[in-house]
Each structure stands twice: as C-alpha cells, then as structure tokens.
C-alpha cells in the first residue's frame, strides 16, 4: 500500500493511500488541505505540489501537466497518481 507523507508548514503527515489514487485523493480523504480551484481537473495550478521524495514512484507526467508547464519537482495533485511512497509539499495549502 502506498504511503504519502505530506509536509505541511515544516511538519510531516504521513497517510496510507491506493495504488492509482491521486495526491489530492489522498489529501481530501484524510482532511489534509490542499487547493483545487478547477474542482482536480487540471486546470488551475492551485494543487501543485512539490515532489521531495519518490518521484519514480508516481504516474509519468500526462497532458495536462504537460499544456500547463509543470516540470522540475513540480506535480499536479490532481494529477499525478501513486505507484508508490512519496513524500509531497503543497505549494498552497
Ligand atoms: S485542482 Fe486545478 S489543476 Fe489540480
């Protein structure tokens, strides 16, 4: 079972998640705050996350990410689903 730990304000969660869920799934499921101002269909930006742990263990980058210029450590929560354990930061929370 996948793990995230989110880095909120310097502290750490970490929460149990699906395979195939996204970052904001996860983050909703377990009251933890993230923006989606386009309601998670990756048109806004307000869940981007930055990735500091794990990476390799999320879905490549997809479309949208791609037209909305994501890149570096950056990943839509919306978008991006898990494989594995990783450790994201919420760029707004
Ligand atoms: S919620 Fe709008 S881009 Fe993810």
Redesign the pocket.
Known sequence: MPKITFILNGREKSVDAEPDQTI?EVAQANDIPM??????????????CHIRKGAENLSPLNE?EEA?GVGGDER????ATLKGDVTVEPEAA
């Open positions: 904001l923006e989606n101002a386009c309601g998670g269909n990756g048109f806004c930006m307000t869940c981007k949208r909305m839509l929560g919306c978008q």
